[in-house]
Nanobody, 120 residues
Framework: QVQLVESGGGLVQAGGSLRLSCAAS????????MGWYRQAPGKQRELVAT???????NNAACVKGRFTISRDNAKNTVYLQMNSLKPEDTAVYYC??????????????WGQGTQVTVSS
């Protein structure tokens, strides 16, 4: 069974930084893409950034220049470095792994979410 475990959320002042991590565990052969999504209260979940196994990235316009996604394929781990945080970045951040290949299945998985709160 595949599990995604996120860490690194917390409370930070506007202008500060946080680094999120998400590690995928289980009998994993490969993962196509990994990414971060976020959901603020009363809003739909939205894409923050994704990264393929080859390192190609896609960032939401609202985080370009402030957030950087990276990945360690050997550790099945994805990171999100968040700088210059704004109060509007406050949300629950979710990790997602697409195209996870195991011994018996290929599918997509979500983490449980980690809260990021940015105070003004």
């Amino acid at each position: 069974q595949v599990q995604l475990v996120e860490s690194g959320g917390g409370l930070v002042q506007a202008g500060g930084s946080l680094r999120l991590s998400c590690a995928a565990s289980g009998s994993i052969f490969s993962i196509n893409a990994m990414g971060w999504y976020r959901q603020a209260p009363g809003k739909q979940r939205e894409l923050v950034a994704t990264i393929t196994s080859g390192g190609s990235t896609n960032n939401a316009a609202c985080v370009k220049g402030r957030f950087t996604i990276s990945r360690d394929n050997a550790k099945n781990t994805v990171y999100l470095q968040m700088n210059s945080l704004k109060p509007e970045d406050t949300a629950v951040y979710y990790c997602k792994a697409d195209g996870v290949l195991t011994t018996i299945y290929r599918g997509d998985y979500w983490g449980q979410g980690t809260q990021v709160t940015v105070s003004s």
